[in-house]
């Protein structure tokens, strides 16, 4: 069983930034996608970018330009910088590992990012 761990969440103003890490507890081999969702108040969990273990980034039209997701495979970690922040973009931040021959989700904790001046 793969354990997510992550960090970096908070309160931030509008227009701020903030960098949300994600740790696995332990190694992990093969071939392994990552990616960062969100679910805010009352509304479904939604994607927020994507990076394969190939080396492609997706990002949802809303964050596009202004989150940058990013891996470090030898740390086994995911990041995702967050810019120019919005109060829509309020919500728990879900990083998740998945290992493409399985198609097996693992989910971290979540961490509460907070927009607001």
Known sequence: QVQLVESGGGLVQP???LRLSCAASRSIF???????????PGKQR?????ATSG??????DSVKGRFTISRDNAKKMVYLQMNSLKPED?????CNFKRVITMTDYWGQGTQVTVSS
């Not at 939604?46 to 994507?50: D, H, I």
């Not at 080396?55 to 949802?60: D, E, K, L, R, V």
């Not at 309020?90 to 879900?94: E, G, I, K, L, R």
Request: aromatic share 20%.
């Open 15 to 17: 227009g701020g930034s």
């Open 30 to 40: 093969g071939i392994w996608d990552m990616g960062w969702y969100r679910q805010a």
């Open 46 to 50: 939604e994607l927020v970018a994507t």
């Open 55 to 60: 080396g492609s980034t997706t990002y949802a």
């Open 90 to 94: 309020t919500a728990v931040y879900y």
